[in-house]
Every structure is written in C-alpha cells, then in structure tokens.
C-alpha cells in the first residue's frame, strides 16, 4: 500500500479578491471529496493563486495513476479556466 502526497498549484487569473478565490478552492475541495482524498487548503495571502494539498492511499501504481488523472479530469471538467500543476510524492 502506498500513501501519495499531491501538491496542486493553482493559478486563478481572473479572480480578484480572497473571497472569489475561497469559492473556487471551496468548490474544487467539495467535488474532489468525494474521490475519497484529504484536502488541506495552503494558499498564502496572493489572490490569483492558490495552493492545494492532497492526500491519499492507493494498493498500486496504476490505482495512483487513476487517482491522479480524476483529479485532473474533474479541473479541467468543472474547472477549465483554472491554469493549474501537481507534485506529488509517493511514500
């Protein structure tokens, strides 16, 4: 079993105050939970980004893989105007 630590960075060019960017970190986080992954809200003080940890635990490569391709299909479903990066380790 594998635990995976993601870091997603996000860059939100059109939002202009905390508040529109709470919104979209708020709405990402409810669609991603229900993939069962943890997510942690990091983003600093800079409105146009935002900066998302995520984890969770996968049995094998290709069930890490799978996690990690909802999580860019559900961005770029729902998301699309979100410009947007992963990291991620596996521990």
């Known amino acids: 079993m594998f635990i995976v630590n993601l870091q997603l960075n996000l860059f939100l060019?059109?939002?202009e105050s905390l508040k529109g960017r709470r919104k979209i970190v708020h709405?990402?986080?409810e669609r991603l939970s229900?993939?069962?992954l943890s997510i942690l809200d990091l983003s600093s003080?800079?409105?146009k980004e935002a900066d998302i940890a995520i984890a969770f635990l996968a049995l094998n490569s290709k069930a890490i893989s799978q996690k990690i391709h909802t999580i860019e299909d559900t961005i770029q479903k729902h998301f699309s105007e979100i410009e947007y990066s992963i990291d991620y380790e596996i521990l």
């Open 34 to 36: 229900r993939h069962n």
């Open 45 to 47: 003080e800079y409105v």
């Open 27 to 29: 709405s990402l986080k």
């Open 13 to 15: 060019p059109y939002v």
